[in-house]
């Protein structure tokens, strides 16, 4: 009941439930104690609804965004109990006391310094936000860029400027329980103080030296940055927040070019979440600042995703524009019609030819060009399962999709059978499940389906600990935890994390790439899912949801995979390892082989998932598995050839692509002159004839 009722408000916790509920009945409470008249019941109830708004706000509540919603937002909730305070000190008969009217001057005096106090934080925030963001770019010598207000000031400062009426309400209080004035004079005297003293420490960040350039200015420097650095290569990218990882796994390839790489944002929310890197990145969230900004050197764009703001460098006639994708799948996004819009459009192998082919939506076998899959090249080939271990399996499952199509995921109808007989399975298995991290954003059945799962192996792992059968080396592991420690402490060093960090200007200022810490952090990183992997037993069942360890490093610990149709599984092909599909929409196994060309080498899965000791006797026994012969054809049919790597066909690529814009670019310029030149020739001729 619990759990439905945290659901229904979305809220994160019961805690969170709680603090809401309480919140809630607090003013009810609030009115009765007035109305009685109880100075302590009122005391009690007004603590209760300050901690617990508190509270909500901190831990940055859905609810507290739907109250503001309803008119019962934030101010509103400080005004009524403050009104109740007033008829608190009535019913009491203090209405003909000094510290009675002090009580309702002090609450209007201190709710008009909530407009300059509101407009001076929304004017330092306007401010300070610039028509661009950047990262790894120097502006800083450029234009002058102040240091950001301390963060105290500015975060969450409009419940921090309401709070200060606590030593008001405090002090009346006291006052109207002792029956003497000075105790509510003090706490008046704190709260109109505080709330002018906050005011005035705003003040300076709206003058002078300590206001950010005007975006003419900023944007006059990146375009003197750009003139520079003369970028080539552009990598461009816009989605929702949750779409960041599309951007992410590119990062690493754009590093690895042999022309010079830029990343262009367009949301300030996918800038937040980008993974380190040390390639120039410039979010740029205006259409119209995008489309002045000097791209001239630019011979080539790339794109991760067909989004609608795409079309604000498409334009652009001097650059080549390639769609890449984030993905390399038989779903219909990887035949969008809308990818004909591109120069070229860029897949991993053959196969992606051949289904823009099938699927006839205009894109033209002339224009698709087969690079590979760099991002590939940290999965390693299978080498069979140790002796020292049991098999391990991981389930990575794929999210619900935007509609109920029962193929999309296998979570649904599949997801429990296929966890139950792997942890059933005779001899037996690990089970490594990592789910897409979209599911459950769109269905409450996939979520609650997701729930089941995690639990479901979260009781198999709390089973399997007190089995006999299964013992690890506690030492180890307790050394590879401490390990796992030192290392988080020491990203957490190396990111800033723990400290005060400034805003979107401040960051943009000093966010140059330090290469060695760039590196360290990638070492770091690498050791971090090593000692990972050792800080639990080899036998143990595991919940991944975090974005660390990665699906790549959950792939090169897993002997087969269970998945659906998604890039996942195109990618897992690479390691050469068994795998299964699942058949949620039970189109039958010819048939959805025919539709799939990830799941010719598959195990098929029905929804009951009987078909799971296939796989099993596969990976048992990779001698006899039926399917390797057509896994290294398949791979080769999807992921291209081995020889030459993956970085290099892409670099190359990159290179013939410059080439032709270069040629047109030419070709433009040379048209170009011979205009000018018949326009300068025809006025000579006019005077001439003229004479």
Known sequence: MISTAIRVARVGSAAELAAAALMMLGFPCLMVAALVPSVPAFAAAAA?????????HRKGSYLIN???????????????????????????????????????ACFIAFYGLQAPHGALVTLIRNRRRMPVATRNIDLASRIRIPD?????????????????????????????????????????????????????????????????????KVLAALDGWLRDHRPETVLYFSGSKDSAYQVNMWLETM?????????????????????????????????????????????????????????HLLRVPTMKHVFIGHGDSDKLASVNPFSKVYDEVWTAGRAGRDRYAIADVGV????????????????????????????????APTWEGWDDNPGNTSILLAGENIVRGLIKADPPVRVLYKPHPFTG????????????????????????GTDGRFTADASAQAAAKAELARIEARLAELSGGGGEKGDEAEATRDGLA?????????????????????????????????????????????????????????????????????DSAELGVEEFKRQNTAVRAAVVLGN???????????????????????????????LGPDEPTSIDQFNTAVADLAAKAETRNRGQEARAAAGGAVEEVEPEDAEQAAR
């Open 48 to 56: 209760v609804t300050y901690l617990a708004d508190h509270y909500l």
């Open 66 to 104: 739907r109250l503001s919603k309803v008119r019962a937002g934030l101010s509103i909730r400080f005004l009524i109990r403050q009104l109740l305070l007033v008829l608190l000190l009535a019913r009491l008969a203090l209405s003909d006391d000094l510290v009675f009217y002090g009580a309702i």
């Open 148 to 216: 950001a207000p301390p963060r105290v000031l500015l975060d969450r400062s409009a419940e921090k400027m309401l709070h200060l009426d606590l030593a008001a309400v405090v002090g009346v209080l006291v006052s109207a329980t002792i029956d003497a004035p000075v105790p509510g004079f003090v706490g008046i005297g704190v709260t109109v103080l505080l709330g002018c003293l906050y005011v005035l420490a705003l003040m300076p960040y709206v003058r002078g030296r300590k206001i950010p350039p005007n975006a003419e």
């Open 255 to 311: 590093e690895q070019l042999d022309s010079k790489p830029l990343v262009i944002l367009r949301e300030r929310a996918i800038l937040e979440r980008m993974a380190p890197t040390t390639v120039p990145v410039v979010c740029v969230p205006g259409g119209v600042h995008l489309m002045n900004m000097d791209l001239s050197t630019v011979r080539v764009a790339l794109y991760a995703a067909n989004v609608g703001k795409n079309i």
């Open 364 to 395: 033209r076998d002339d224009d698709i060009v087969e690079v590979g899959r760099p991002q590939l090249a940290p999965i390693r080939t299978w080498q069979g399962v140790p002796e020292d271990r049991i098999p391990t399996i991981l389930y």
């Open 441 to 464: 954003t769109r269905s409450s059945a996939a979520k609650a389906a997701h729930t089941r799962i995690t639990a479901l192996v979260e009781k198999a792992a709390a089973a399997r």
């Open 514 to 582: 330090d290469t060695a810490r760039h590196e360290e952090v990638a070492r770091l990183r690498s050791d971090w899912n090593d000692a990972y992997w050792r800080s639990f037993g080899t036998f143990e069942h595991r919940v991944i949801t975090d974005a660390e360890p990665r699906l790549y490093d959950c792939f090169n610990v897993s002997d087969a995979m269970v998945s659906d149709i998604s890039s996942v599984v195109s990618d897992f092909i690479a390691s050469g390892k068994p795998y299964a599909v699942t």
């Open 608 to 638: 009951g998932a009987a078909e799971l000791g296939e796989l099993l006797a596969a990976v048992r026994d990779p001698a006899s598995d039926p399917l390797a012969e057509d896994r290294e054809e398949l791979k080769r049919y999807l």
